[in-house]
């Protein structure tokens, strides 16, 4: 993404962003993929059968990179995103004081990396800091106390080549890379600069200054022996480019456009990977109401690599990746999963989880592709409400689409005070989109924890 710490860039931003108008809402799609909050800059993981996806996150209203804690979500098949919350903040480096950019996890010895750019409150410069964690969802703490490396640039990606050898990559306006040892929070070396050639990265034209077409959010990966350097290119709006070469450090030969200039935000960042034999684009828009270039929001395209393995040019569409298998509704199911939503907000639960709130008559969820089989007899879910409570509606294929039941939702005395209703519910057989629709008076109605059907086979909820 963009940064203040470059001269002129205030003036450029606000210029783009006047220029740049934010785009509709799109109606029951599946793109931007987290409709809760504004989200940024995407760094996928795959881990046991899940894509993690840690993104930034842009404040409601922002006018600026006003950015305090990543968020993370995660997906078993790539339309209903499990709300994972706030995993690490800005609080979580003590020696920080600001800007919660874009950053990268990784995975190594059974721990879970996050390298990340904030301001280093001693310097007042940008510097890269590692957080750590026992599990993709963490919580991560600061592996170091201090920074791992700064020079005032920023946007780290981390890659861990065939031979062990790991690489942190980060720069703008520079590129910049360091080998990591093998602990992950050391380096042997000093920092390398990467030379930025037309050839390696591009022509741009009108400024003397940079004459490459890279700008920033280096993405590097290794697939079928071909390293690959994904970036965002030729500030202002950004596209996102990519190049190519025979090693991890080069040299690289500019390859061409992934992501042609689009989407209502004057930047974007990319992260590709591979799961369950398909090949995921993410990226950021301002595609969400009241989005924009300091408001944006993660989507994602399915793409396959041309025989060449070069990639092509990719289009953001409002429907999003296919559904990479079915949800299971006959086991519990996080209320926080979610394929779309309208109105709906999520916090952190009191038991430690996440729950969906502030719900107003209305507001509804989406979960894309729930296998019902033969039949589900009855609905369950988890509720709280220190309002009058209200009624859950389960309904098939759309918001007002077919009433498969009702669940009515009392006053338990507390948000965070938890009880479990129960309806019966008829119509929900085969594959089908489920929506819950909240409804009830006027203000906050209830929050959900999560929810789960028992079917004609006798599954009963646990």
């Known amino acids: 993404m963009l940064r203040k710490t470059f001269t002129g860039l205030l003036c450029l931003a606000v210029s783009m962003l006047a220029a740049v108008a934010p785009a509709a809402a799109p109606a029951l799609a599946d793109n931007p993929i987290v409709q809760t909050v504004h989200t940024a800059d995407p760094a996928p993981l795959v881990h046991n059968g899940r894509v993690y996806l840690y993104t930034g996150h842009d404040e409601d209203g922002s006018t600026w990179f006003t950015m ?230 993660v989507a994602v395209e399915k793409f396959s690599y041309n025989a060449d393995g070069s990639i092509p040019q990719i289009t953001m569409t409002t429907g999003g990746a296919p559904q990479n298998g079915t949800l299971n509704p006959y086991t519990r199911q996080e209320a926080e999963t979610i394929a779309w939503s309208s109105g709906v907000e999520t916090e952190r639960a009191s038991d430690g989880g996440m729950n969906v709130g502030f719900l107003e008559n209305g507001d509804y969820l989406k979960v894309k592709g729930a296998a019902f089989g033969s039949g589900a007899t009855t609905f369950s879910a988890r509720v709280a409400s220190a309002a009058a409570g209200g009624r859950l509606e389960v309904r098939l294929g759309g918001p007002t689409g077919t009433l498969a039941g009702t669940c009515t939702v009392p006053g338990t005395g507390g948000w965070q005070n938890w009880t479990t209703v129960t309806c019966p519910v008829s119509g929900a057989t085969g594959n089908q989109d489920l929506y819950l629709r909240f409804t009830g008076g006027s203000g906050y109605l209830f929050n959900v924890d999560w929810w789960q059907f028992t079917g004609t086979t006798g599954m009963s909820i646990r």
């Open 68 to 297: 305090k804690e990543w968020r993370l979500y995660s997906s078993a098949d790539m339309v209903n995103w499990t709300d994972h919350g706030s995993p690490m903040s800005l609080a979580t480096f003590s020696w920080a004081s600001k800007d919660a950019w874009a950053g990268q996890v990784i995975q190594r010895n059974g721990k879970f990396y996050w390298y990340v750019p904030v301001v280093n409150r001693a310097t007042g410069r940008m510097a890269i800091g590692v957080g750590v964690a026992n599990s993709p969802t963490g919580p991560f703490s600061d592996a170091l106390g201090r920074p791992l490396v700064e020079n005032g640039e920023i946007d780290p990606s981390v890659f861990i080549d065939d031979d062990g050898q790991a690489y942190l990559y980060w720069g703008n306006p520079n590129l910049w890379y360091v080998r990591l040892n093998s602990d992950m929070i050391s380096y042997s070396g000093s920092a390398t600069q990467i030379p930025l050639t037309t050839a390696g990265f591009g022509t741009r034209t009108g400024d003397a200054a940079r004459p490459t077409l890279y700008e920033e959010g280096p993405w590097v990966y290794k697939r079928n022996g071909l390293y690959y350097n994904v970036f965002a290119a030729k500030c202002c709006s950004e596209f996102i480019g990519y190049s190519t070469a025979p090693g991890p450090t080069g040299p690289w030969t500019y390859r061409g456009t992934v992501m042609p200039t689009q989407g209502g935000s004057f930047t974007n960042h990319a992260g590709i990977v591979d799961f369950k034999g398909g090949s995921y684009f993410f990226y950021h828009n301002g595609a969400l109401p009241g989005g924009g270039g300091f408001t944006r929001s």
